[in-house]
């Protein structure tokens, strides 16, 4: 008898710290002054940074010279998870590996999938390479849904930016046409710059290059450079001895000159290849904040011109 | 289909139209229409991920079953189709056409994880066969509605069909707080609440058979609270109340419906550099033994883990360190056991597909304190994807009455299925 009360005044304690804990620690009066946003890239922190301004605060989970991919489910991701309002992420299963543990702990419904304050942006972007027929892992880590790394074409950019701007609009009405204002200037310094990252890039139009992993379609789309091979056998998987001999024969055939590196891969296999084809590796950046340089949208790309274009003269 | 109809008339309408007159306006429709085109290849997406679009969501939001409204809008058609195609033999079999579709955007994801042990060598006290498929366990997960989801996992193992865990876990309570009911494994210290396949060896350490709850760990039904704790800036604090049924491994045992288990887990977590975290948690377990409703087991549990993964290379390399102490005080006659066990480990990521690792063991037994029984083991791991794992580990294990055991263990891992969060 004298167990069983002492568990029953057990359990009593157990739910008079839980009411101590919901009732007491105030669920801190949300000011309606900034609208707290969390996104899981910087290139998203970047988007809705450049719509929102003032009227929101942006922290992004992963940095931009990490795999998105493998980006690890810390609790500190909890902290920042728990007080936002609105979760931005890339979607097509980029982050399934670490995004939705996080979503589920972090005790905030605000943000859970299919909540107000969840926002998907590859549902506004063009979306490329997604697989027809049969999808198996045999293909690697395939992306049954597309190419997750969109954001790396300046109109895919652009519409984002809108997209979140709606979002944040929606969120908070009384900001709308300050949000609208915002995307505007964006989007029109984006045209700006558009036009000459295309003239740089003009004369260059039609080169071959390799690449690491499938991280670039949108941008060689967009800049008429052709994909003709990637370093990795599949995708996810590491690279082997035949399919590098393989790679290397190829690009001497073709004579491809060009091979580009996300900073978070190995260089050891291309540089190899490079030092067998003749081949510069470019080191190039998909996301914001992957070198210091690369502080937003526009110094990213003209980060990565930059390197593409002094790569393409000097195998010329 | 719409998608289709839509690039044609593009296709055929463009050269048309750029003959006319190329002028910004016909630009200003192209580009128009590629925003349509981007917009419905979306929508096409979200149906095929089994989520709603946001328009469609917003306006399917007020009716109470949605799964219903869509079957019924497409009963029409379902039942065209079997009246079309008489053929006797045929029409034996369900014809599930537009119903199986829509049925299958609401089917949990699921994953299987095949786990193949091989065992050479001989172990006094621990037998294992030459060959097993050890376990195979099958996951569905999936969410329930705006407030919950649900996991469920079952384990198809040598000995038979067990529910190794299967919970609601309601995600939107006020408060902060998350809330699981169900079967779960205990939050008792770090390792228990890993699933076999996610351990870095292919065994538990011996304090986890000796003191906490056998074999697989403790695992019971019940429920269990967890909420962030307000903390100074920077640190993770989190604390875990959970109440079970009393039944656990060898560790508890529930003679009667008032013999309830606790377990109360209070962790906190710090990054120390972006790339270095420190893990640690201080766990209590409570509930009735076996002797009988008056005796009751205590175990308290310390553990620490260091995490080393530099960002630009995690792919490569990383650094785990852990330790986890267990004090067990259990009431039986004569007198009280007060048992003591641990263990502590080291893994080191060398290349993106080998691993190395190992493992000290050292614990006094439960029900004999005065017996203690010591190990370490070695351990490898070849990745050869993300989705597979091949594993060798030496066990040294040296008993109290002085016998050892000496042996050599084989795993295979394999995922098929939706792809899991990797374990942090």
Known sequence: MTQRSSSLRFAGLICALAFVLGVVSPVLARAASKLKVVTSTTDLAEFAAQVGGDRVEVESIARGYQDPHFVEAKPSFLLKLRRADLLITVGLQLEIGWLPPLITQCGNRNIQAGAKGYLDTSQFAEILEIPAGIVTRAMGDVHPFGNPHYWLDPENGRRIARGIALKLAEMQPEGAAYFEGRFQAFSKRLDEAQKAWDAEMKPFRGRKVVTYHRSWPNLTKRFGLEVVGEIEPRPGIPPGPRHTVEIIQMMKRDNVKVILVEPYFDLKTPNAIARETGAQVVVLLPSVGGEKEATDYFKLFDYDIALLTRAFQATQ | MRTICILSCLVFLAPGILQAQ??????????????????????????????????????????????????????????????????????????????????????????????????????????????????????????????????????????????????????????????????????????????????????????????????????????????????????????????????????????????????????????????????????????????????????????????WKPLRRAIYHNFLGRAELVWSRRQEEPAIQRAFGFYTSADYRLTRRWTIGGRYDRSDRARDALLTDSGFAPVITYWPSEFSQLRGQYRFTRYADGRSGNELLFQLLFVLGAHGAHSF
């Open chain 2, 22 to 307: 190329a002028t910004d306006d016909t630009h200003e429709r192209l580009k128009a229409l590629e925003e349509r085109v981007i917009a419905l290849e979306a929508e096409i997406r979200a149906l095929k991920a089994g989520q709603a679009s946001p328009p469609a969501e917003s306006a399917a939001a007020p009716t109470v079953g949605p799964p219903a409204t869509v079957s019924t809008a497409l009963a029409p058609t379902a039942a065209q189709v079997p009246a079309a195609a008489p053929g006797p033999s045929l029409a034996q079999l369900p014809v599930y056409s537009g119903e199986s579709d829509t049925a299958k955007v609401f089917n949990p994801a699921i994953s299987v994880i095949g786990d193949f042990l091989g065992a050479v060598g001989r172990d006094p006290n621990r037998s294992m066969p030459a060959l097993d498929m050890h376990e195979s366990e099958i996951g569905f997960q999936a969410t329930v509605d705006p407030y919950a989801r649900a996991d469920f996992f079952v384990s198809i193992g040598s000995e038979g069909v067990e529910l190794e865990e299967g919970y609601l876990t309601f995600t939107s309570l006020p408060g902060g707080f998350v809330a699981k009911v169900g079967k779960m494994r205990s939050g008792f210290g770090v390792v228990n609440a890993l699933h076999s396949h996610s351990l870095p060896w292919t065994d538990r350490p011996l304090v986890t058979e000796h003191l906490v709850g056998g074999h697989e760990g403790l695992s019971d039904s019940g429920f269990s609270v967890s909420r962030i704790l307000p903390a100074p800036k920077d640190v993770f604090l989190e604390a875990t109340a959970q109440v079970f049924r009393g039944d656990a491994g060898d560790v508890f045992t529930a003679t009667r419906r008032g013999d309830i288990a606790f377990v109360g887990r209070l962790r906190a977590y710090r990054d120390l550099t972006e790339s270095t975290n420190l893990d640690l948690g201080f766990s209590y377990a409570r509930g009735h033994n076996d002797v009988g409703t008056a005796f009751v087991t205590q175990l308290y549990g310390l553990d620490a883990t260091l995490r």
